[in-house]
């Protein structure tokens, strides 16, 4: 069982750049498909980012493509989201999730393990 713990969470200017880690813990992300979620208390849970780790596909929410990548490090059992020219509408609670197939990707009902996520706050 592998759970995704992420970090690198904080407070920036607006424009300003901020990456967050998920690192697998108990087990690896290998065969695993990890994806990015935020989300506001109250609100639903909103599909940032996902990466494929066996072939290295990935996919954007429309409203992070060009400023978001996703990426990972075989090595270190990390998947990145590096964000640039950040907005304050990007704040939220950042979570890091893992699953075994990529089909409905941006779905959070199929990702079978979360980390604890990590706040981004923006600032205008």
């Known amino acids: 069982q592998v759970q995704p713990v992420e970090s690198g969470g904080g407070l920036v200017q607006a424009g300003d750049s901020l990456r967050l880690s998920c690192a697998a813990s108990g087990g690896t992300f290998s065969n695993r498909a990890l994806g990015w979620f935020r989300q506001v208390p109250g609100k639903v849970r909103e599909f940032v980012a996902a990466i494929s780790w066996s072939d290295d596909r990935k996919y954007y929410a429309d409203s992070v493509k060009g400023r978001f990548t996703i990426s990972r490090d075989n090595a270190k059992n990390t998947v990145y989201l590096q964000m640039n020219s950040l907005k304050p509408e990007d704040t939220d609670v950042y979570y890091c999730?893992?699953?075994?197939?990529?089909?409905?990707?941006?779905?959070?009902?199929?990702?079978?393990?979360w980390g604890q996520g990590t706040q981004v706050t923006v600032s205008s």
């Open positions: 999730a893992a699953r075994k197939q990529w089909y409905s990707i941006t779905y959070q009902g199929e990702y079978d393990y």
